[in-house]
């Protein structure tokens, strides 16, 4: 299984080089150069399989023997023991077509865990066969940063530094990163926003020099891996709910765009998937693309929904490759103008091939609140805001056809975002047992200001290990 660049002008690689370098060299993103499919047998051979065995399976064809599904096995397995469900991504019936899809039972209460609790084990016994290091930077608005340090805690080959900005996560984001006290975790509270946390982890990686010595590398939403561990749940569900006899469809709340994505390969392998609705609050470019073939980048506006706070979805370039018939000349040069100009050029018959496949459907603040309280009058459901804004997505915009299912994607757990959910419905939804003393936790991070030379100081004391 070789992958290539959506750009064209990086060599191919392998599983593991994929794996470990994230984005290719000539700024694409990796796809497989070809996609597995699978038979109808195939597929209903996967049903009733425990989630670990079903994503040790799935991943196994994205591998090309290396990891080898022995080595995958036990990996996987603890990558799920930790979930506070038994079936690791419940599905919950919410209205008489419409099911949620549980994806935040992992250790951060949201579904990025999905993946990075495997991706973490993957990236570490990578490296420790090739007897390498590395340093893991990264910024977080709250998310993101919490679902990595949980996946590298621990792990012998990987050192991890997250850069916050001081006061302006939620209480519960922060000390879900800061209560982590393993040695081979950092966090760092800088005086500024987010974007100038961003603006630091950037200019490291640009500091070639200090690069090289601490052996930098970041477990972005870009990562190919990523997308492959969460294609999994997909097929799970749509094999629960009689694929592939039946057609389904699935409702993604999306920001960067790899939720979906995974979504759309696992159509692309074969799974019959009827629809794909992309969910959004009001930074709704996917869905104006998707509506008029209108790409056009405006402000981001903070939102209830903060994860999905996003412009410029990175994912969406791996689609765009597809629409564009796998032409990496083309998809180089309409990147080129989308970052040049803030309009991405899609000729119409690429457009008219998404969005028949493809609805978008955005919702405000006032309207997700509104979302969240009728959940929760009518079927007594709890939903955070961005899994509300999926459901009110399913009702809006079905397939025609009434009898197929649409899985809307619970991409957080309604504590995640208490004083939304308050605001909704009164009520101030309580953290699961295995986090309930979180506030009591000890927190330990840095303060920083917002200047490079501190902040690189800091981050190779804490990898001195990495140190050439
Ligand atoms: C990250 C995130 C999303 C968006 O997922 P993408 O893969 O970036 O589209 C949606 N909801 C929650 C709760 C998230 O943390």
């Known amino acids: 299984m070789r992958y290539v660049s959506t750009r064209g002008e990086a060599p191919p690689r392998d599983f593991e080089g994929v794996l470990l370098a994230g984005l290719a060299e000539d700024g694409g993103l990796f796809v497989p150069e070809t996609w597995p499919v699978l038979t109808a047998a195939e597929w209903r051979a996967m049903r009733g399989l425990p989630y670990p065995e079903l994503a040790t399976r799935i991943l196994a064809l994205f591998t090309g023997g290396k990891p080898d599904v022995a080595t995958l096995r036990p990996l996987l397995e603890e990558a799920y023991a930790g979930f506070g469900h038994p079936s690791v991504a419940p599905l919950v019936q919410i209205d008489t077509r419409v099911f949620a899809l549980e994806l935040f039972h992992g250790p951060t209460l949201a579904f990025k865990d999905m993946a990075m609790q495997a991706l973490g084990r993957l990236f570490d016994a990578t490296l420790a066969r090739r007897g390498e290091r590395v340093t893991i930077v990264g910024a977080t608005s709250g998310d993101t940063g919490s679902a990595a340090i949980e996946a ?7 050192d991890i530094v997250i850069l916050h900005p001081e006061g302006r996560t939620s209480e519960v984001q922060r000390r879900q990163m800061t209560t982590v006290l393993s040695p081979n975790v950092a966090n760092l509270a800088v005086a500024g926003s987010f974007d100038d946390c961003q603006d630091l982890v950037k200019a490291m990686f640009a500091d070639a020099p200090f690069r090289t010595e601490m052996r930098l590398a970041a477990v972005n939403s870009i990562n190919w891996a990523r997308v492959a561990l969460q294609i999994p749940y997909y097929v799970a569900a749509a094999l629960a709910l009689g694929a592939p006899e039946r057609e389904v469809a699935f409702s993604v709340p999306t920001g960067n765009f790899g939720n979906v994505l995974a979504a759309w390969a696992a159509r692309r392998m074969g799974l019959p998937i009827a629809q794909l609705i992309v969910a959004s609050n009001r930074n709704d470019i996917l869905v104006r693309f998707l509506a008029a073939n209108d ?20 994912n969406f370039e791996r689609l765009l490759f597809e629409m564009l018939g796998r032409d990496a000349a083309a998809t180089a040069e309409t990147m080129r103008r989308f970052r040049a100009e803030g309009r991405m050029p899609v000729p119409d018959a690429a457009w008219r091939s998404a969005s028949e496949l493809f609805r978008g459907f955005a919702l405000d603040d006032a309207h997700t609140l509104a979302e969240i309280a009728r959940l929760h009058a009518k079927a007594g459901y709890l939903a955070d805001p961005h899994t509300a804004i999926g459901t009110a997505a399913a009702l809006a915009v079905p397939p025609a056809d009434p009898s197929i299912p649409v899985v809307v994607a619970a991409t957080a757990h309604p504590a995640k975002f208490p004083d939304a959910v308050e605001r909704a419905v009164g009520i101030r939804p309580p953290l699961p047992p295995r986090l309930a003393d979180l506030y009591a936790r000890e927190e330990r991070f840095t303060r920083l200001a917002a200047a490079l030379d501190p902040v690189e100081a800091f981050v190779r004391a804490h990898a001195r290990r990495n140190a050439a």
Do not use: K
Request: aromatic residues 0%; hydrophobic residues 35%; contains cysteine.
């Open 152 to 158: 590298c805690r621990d792990r012998a080959s990987v």
């Open 295 to 314: 790409m056009t980048v405006r402000a981001v506006e903070p939102s209830l929904s903060p994860s999905m706070d996003i412009q410029v979805s990175s």
